[in-house]
């Protein structure tokens, strides 16, 4: 009985609930369908928010493919300031993730940049339209050699009879020079270089006779280098997956005093050292650049040609005629790495090969042997400001005809 009061109450109970939520839901129908419209209000904003959030990817995306042509072509991407590093930029790295949700990309600032400027001399993107650069640069080279010389006889293994001489030369240079570019265009860079070379030799022969004799000779030369002017094309704009290529055209004077016209001793050796080469010459070049954040490969071939020239005059006791200097050849490969955008450092080699010389001497035609020069080479640079940039070059021999050690340190200052 008392079960059946129970499940009366429990249905009634149901009964009076039900009848409350369908008064509450007929009572406030405006409220619910109020509701529901912020919802779906709420629902297109976002939808069309997503949407202009997809146009300015889309937009930058843009921008940066067209930023990273005018990179490619200018040696500057957007942003840069007024005289930025020229030799090699790259893209900007790309922004950290986490920014707030609906904002655009930051626009990369100045120090954002990758700038690869370690690389060897005359390789890199050319200087802007309207820009000039400056650039005190010093080069210091030395060489040695070693010759070990028996003139005689041979009479069983480890006896001999005759002259045994020994001799060891250290060839010293330190050439200071100044170079002047201009961009005449995006495309073509005019560049002078003026260059100043002082020369020390010391040469230590022995030879034994009946007694050692030792006898150590210097010679020193110092005066105007060969001065040199030249001209450099970008071909292409390195879109597409290609390289940049740019060709050069360089004309070599002979202001630099000569091997054959400095003064000579009564036996016919050299009292001073010759600061050029005698000739004029021509050099014409291809270099190929290929940006891959963050490095920057590169490669190229240089060939100089310099004119014959006759002398006609007596040298060492016999007619100097006609001399031609033979073809040189160079060709070198490397990459440039940028460890942040304002260090960077480069490892490369570099050979040269360089044809007999002709010359006619006493009626005679005669003939030098050709030479083969390798070298590593591998440097860095800094950016100290937005106009001006230290660099540090080496060239280590690698071949007996190649000079032990070459270093080039420039600064080449923007305006």
């Keep these: 009985m008392g079960g059946i009061k129970l499940r009366a109450l429990a249905t009634a109970a149901g009964l009076s609930v039900m009848g409350w939520s369908h008064a509450a839901l007929a009572a406030e129908p405006d409220e619910v369908q109020s509701a529901i419209s912020r919802l779906q209000q709420q629902v297109a904003d976002q939808a069309a928010q997503l949407a202009r959030q997809q146009k300015e990817i889309e937009r930058l995306r843009r921008m940066s493919d067209s930023a990273m042509t005018t990179a490619r072509g200018t040696g500057l991407g957007p ?50 339209k309207g820009h000039f650069v400056v650039e005190p640069q010093i080069e210091l080279t030395h060489g040695s050699s070693n010759r070990l010389v028996f003139r005689g006889v041979e009479i069983v293994t480890g006896v001999q009879i ?49 007694q050692t004799v030792t006898l150590t000779e210097s010679v020193r030369g110092s005066h105007f280098g060969d001065i040199e ?51 004029w010459g021509v050099e014409s070049s291809l270099d190929a650049l290929y940006p891959t954040d963050p490095a920057v490969l590169y490669g190229g071939v240089h060939v100089l040609n310099q004119a014959p020239r006759s002398f006609d005059q007596i040298v060492d006791g016999a007619l100097l005629g006609r001399v031609k200097p033979g073809v040189s050849v160079t ?74 050690i070459d270093i080039m340190f420039r600064i080449p200052i923007r305006f």
């Design 79 to 128: 942003g840069a300031p007024e005289g930025a590093p020229a030799p090699i930029t790259l893209a900007p790295p790309t922004p950290p993730e986490g920014g707030p949700v609906g904002e655009a990309p930051p626009e990369p600032s100045p120090t954002q940049k990758v700038t690869i400027a370690a690389a060897p001399e005359g390789v890199g993107v050319l200087t802007p």
């Design 162 to 210: 005759g002259v045994i001489e020994a001799s060891d030369a250290d060839n010293n240079t330190a050439a200071p020079a100044v170079d002047l570019r201009y961009g005449l265009t995006n495309r073509l860079e005019l560049e002078a270089r003026l260059p100043y070379v002082m020369r020390y030799d010391r040469v230590t022969t022995l030879a034994q006779r009946d």
């Design 229 to 279: 002017a030249a001209a450099r094309y970008q071909i292409n704009s390195g879109s597409g997956a290609w390289p940049i290529f740019i060709a050069g055209l360089r004309l070599k004077s002979n202001t630099g005093s000569d091997p054959y016209t400095i003064q000579r001793d009564q036996f016919g050796v050299a009292t001073k050292l010759a600061t050029g080469s005698g000739f």
């Design 331 to 404: 060709a070198d490969a490397g990459f440039g790495f940028a460890l942040n955008p304002r260090f960077s450092f480069s490892l490369g080699y570099k050979h040269t090969f360089i044809a007999p010389t002709k010359l006619e001497l006493g009626g005679t035609v005669q003939r030098s042997q050709s030479l083969q020069a390798g070298s590593f080479t591998f440097g860095w640079a800094f950016v100290i400001s937005p106009h001006i940039t230290i660099s540090n070059n080496f060239e280590v021999g690698a071949t007996r005809d190649a000079p032990d």
